[in-house]
Structures are given as structure tokens and as C-alpha cells.
């Protein structure tokens, strides 16, 4: 059971365009962050390979050649914004090299979003001509709604990305809750507040992963500062901060954290099992 930060970086990226600032400029290949989206690779209960996609956001083709991912089974949305939604088109690579559709879930707003954006997709049988779409299996999902996919139970979490509802993830499996398993794990990113009901699903974690933009405040998300509140409050063994904007120095940042909360970075993965390009078996359909 691994998890795997694709991208780590706030909206604009890492180093920020036409931008000179020293963590953009910076030699510390920590500081170069791809927008942000993560992935669970497991083995399920039949012993094959599986991949949970967190987003698909712009940078989705860099971040799937360097993690070589090979297979996408499932493609979950935390929103519709443009750096979590942009790289959609890019798994019908996927599609090839699998052989089969790729299961989508995300909430309503999220689809009508994508439904719009990508109607070359959704709406096939009206291009003009046959072309090269992904080929996807959608599915609505609510906050509290479980659902499980390969062994995996999956929990939407509801939350608030300024006046925006969003969804965060937890996930939880059979495996032994062993400090090499990063599961039960929760996955909290653009957020700027947690309602009240959302706690109770934060409870017993091994791994949060949090949003955590900058020192200073921001509308729509936790500074650094809310989110080392928040998670003094979840009490996981481990938190990952992510999101983080070009204000932000890993090497800095690193020394200011408190014990058992740290910034992720692109290309960190959490727990052992399955090794990075070790998919190679048949399809699986």
C-alpha cells in the first residue's frame, strides 16, 4: 500500500511564471511543485495492481511519465477548479493501455463543471468527427456516502474551500494499521475550514495530508499557521502539508514544523509494497 504525491503546488504552480523570488529560483528540487494531486497504488484482494487517482489537474501527463503509472482505475475529484480538473483529456492514455473505461467520482457540481469543460467526452456522439476522447464511467458521490473500490473504503468528507463545498477523502483498508501502512489516511487539500460534522471522520488517522498555502492568510485556504492548529486537533501519527505557494521554502519550512507535521513534496511516497514502474503485468480489466 503506497501513497504517492503527484504535485504539491498551489494553483500557479512552482516556480511561478516571470518570477524571480528565491524559492522560485531555488536549487532544491523540493521547491519545484507541480499542481497539486496525489494517487493510492495497492494490490487488491485478488493480488492485482490498482491506482486511485486524486485529481487531474493540468500537470497530469508530467506527473504520471515521472511516477511511471502505467494504469488509472478510478479518478477521484475533490472540486472542479481548473488546477484539480484541466488534465482530464490525458487519461485516455489510460484507456489504451488498459483496455477499459476508467470510473470517475466526483459531486454533482464537480460534473456539471466537467460535463461543460470537456463535452468532447461527455457528449462524444456529437463531435464532428470520431477522435481520440477518453472514455470514462461517471459516478455522483456526497459527503458521508461510503464507498469502496478494491478492498479500498472510501469516505467523501465535506469541507469548505471558502464559501466553496469541496470534498476531501478518507481511505481505509483491511491491511494491519503498521507504521509502514499509511492508511486510514485523510486527504484535506484547498480547504479553509471544516465543518462541524467532518470531525468526526478525521478521528484514528495514520496520515493527514492538509492544505497549507502560505504564513499568511488567505481566503480560501489554511496558512501554514491554521493548518498546524488543525492538525495539533486531528492528532494523526503523521501530517503532509500541501498546496504550497512559492512563498513557501522546504528547507525553511521544515525547520519552523513541529514534530509529526512536515511539507510533502512532489514525487514523496508514504508507506512500502508495491515499488514506483513496477506495473508491468497484463492488463487488468
Not at 469548505?160 to 486527504?187: C, I, K, M, Q, W
Request: aromatic share 8%; hydrophobic share 40%.
Amino acid at each position: 500500500m503506497q501513497f504517492e504525491f503527484l504535485g504539491t503546488g498551489t494553483s500557479a504552480g512552482v516556480p511561478a511564471i516571470a518570477c524571480a523570488c528565491p524559492v522560485c529560483t531555488s536549487s532544491d528540487p523540493r521547491d519545484q511543485r507541480l499542481r497539486t494531486s496525489a494517487c493510492l497504488r495497492f494490490r487488491d484482494p485478488r493480488g492485482r495492481e490498482r491506482v486511485i487517482l486524486i485529481d487531474a489537474g493540468p500537470d497530469l501527463r508530467q506527473q504520471a511519465l515521472r511516477a511511471r503509472l502505467h494504469r488509472v482505475d478510478a479518478i477521484l475529484f475533490t472540486h472542479n477548479h481548473v488546477d484539480h480538473t484541466f488534465g482530464l483529456d490525458e487519461v485516455r492514455r489510460f484507456n489504451v493501455a488498459m483496455d477499459r473505461a476508467i470510473d470517475v467520482y466526483a459531486d454533482q457540481r464537480t460534473f456539471d463543471s466537467l460535463r461543460r469543460v470537456f463535452a468532447h467526452i461527455f457528449e462524444s456522439a456529437s463531435n464532428i468527427q470520431p477522435s481520440f476522447v477518453a472514455s470514462l464511467i461517471a459516478h455522483r458521490i456526497e459527503p458521508g456516502l461510503c464507498f469502496e473500490l478494491y478492498g479500498v473504503r472510501i469516505t467523501p468528507l465535506h469541507l469548505l474551500h471558502g464559501r466553496l463545498p469541496v470534498l476531501g477523502f478518507r481511505f481505509e483498508s483491511s491491511h494491519p494499521a503498521t507504521p509502514d501502512n499509511p492508511l486510514p489516511l485523510a486527504y484535506c487539500t484547498d480547504v479553509s475550514a471544516i465543518p462541524p460534522e467532518t470531525w468526526r471522520d478525521l478521528e484514528g488517522l495514520q496520515t493527514l495530508v492538509l492544505d497549507g498555502l502560505r504564513h499568511r492568510k488567505h481566503p480560501t485556504h489554511f496558512s501554514i499557521g491554521q493548518a498546524v492548529s488543525v492538525a495539533r486537533q486531528v492528532g494523526a501519527r503523521q501530517t503532509y502539508l500541501v498546496h504550497m505557494s512559492h512563498e513557501v521554502s522546504h528547507a525553511a519550512m521544515e525547520e519552523e514544523l513541529p514534530e509529526g507535521i512536515r511539507l510533502a513534496y512532489d514525487g514523496l511516497v508514504l508507506g512500502k509494497g508495491t515499488e514506483s514502474g513496477e506495473c508491468t503485468e497484463a492488463p487488468v480489466k
